[in-house]
């Protein structure tokens, strides 16, 4: 049985977007989603479905479409390929580097060939960025809330749409996807 960590794009930033985790782990359910857990108030759901992964977030996109105005993006990893993406980090931490500083960004699809060279040229911020398939992986060196690397920005250039998270809430998605398939 799939183990799926599905990530709602824009959701609780700014007070815009909110859905209640409670109203989100309740619309899992319904769908017969086994063990929905929510990590955080910021969109991060982890169960276990039948089915395959794409098919479990379609199904879960239309839901929350139906119970709310603003219908978030859900983008989904499967438990398998969010340990691969950690385990094949290709900017991983060195001492006193802030783990909450380095944001992975699930990517909607693949980006095209030549993606990475036009989310790089002509920007020369101080970020250390690394393109892997549907994962991007950004350290931004003087915080997030600094940098002139946004999300928007991201998306334009890579031609793809795709949500962020901390390191910190990756490593946790990924243990609690592990505690959930153990106990399915």
Same mark, same amino acid.
Not at 11 to 30: D, F, P
Not at 94 to 101: E, N, R, V
Not at 165 to 181: D, F, P, S, Y
């Given at each position: 049985m799939p183990v799926t960590i599905f990530l709602l794009r824009a959701?609780?930033?700014?007070?815009? %977007? %909110?859905?209640?985790?409670?109203?989100?782990?309740?619309?899992?359910?319904?769908l017969g989603f086994?063990?929905?857990? %929510?990590?955080?108030?910021?969109?991060?759901?982890?169960?276990?479905?039948?089915?395959?992964?794409?098919?479990?977030?379609?199904?879960?996109?239309?839901?929350?479409?139906?119970?709310?105005?603003?219908?978030?993006?859900?983008?989904?990893?499967?438990?398998?390929?969010?340990?691969?993406?950690i385990a094949e980090n290709p900017l991983p931490l060195?001492?006193?580097?802030?783990?909450?500083?380095l944001q992975y960004i699930a990517l909607a699809s693949t980006p095209e060939a030549g993606a990475l060279e036009r989310l790089t040229s002509g920007y020369d911020g101080p970020e250390t960025i690394a393109l892997c398939g549907r994962d991007l992986f950004v350290y931004y060196a003087e915080g997030v809330g600094r940098s002139k690397l946004t999300n928007a920005l991201i998306e334009r250039r890579l031609g793809v749409k795709g949500t962020a998270?901390?390191?910190? %809430?990756?490593?946790?998605?990924?243990?609690?996807?592990?505690?959930?398939?153990a106990h399915d």
């Open positions: 959701v609780n930033v700014g007070g815009a %977007t %909110t859905i209640r985790m409670e109203a989100l782990r309740g619309i899992a359910a319904a086994r063990r929905p857990t %929510t990590l955080l108030q910021s969109g991060n759901l982890v169960a276990s479905h039948d089915g395959d992964t794409g098919e479990a977030a379609a199904r879960l996109k239309a839901a929350l479409a139906k119970e709310f105005p603003y219908a978030p993006d859900v983008i989904a990893r499967s438990r398998s390929a969010l340990a691969e993406a060195s001492a006193g580097q802030d783990p909450k500083f998270r901390n390191w910190n %809430t990756v490593t946790k998605l990924a243990a609690l996807a592990g505690e959930i398939a």
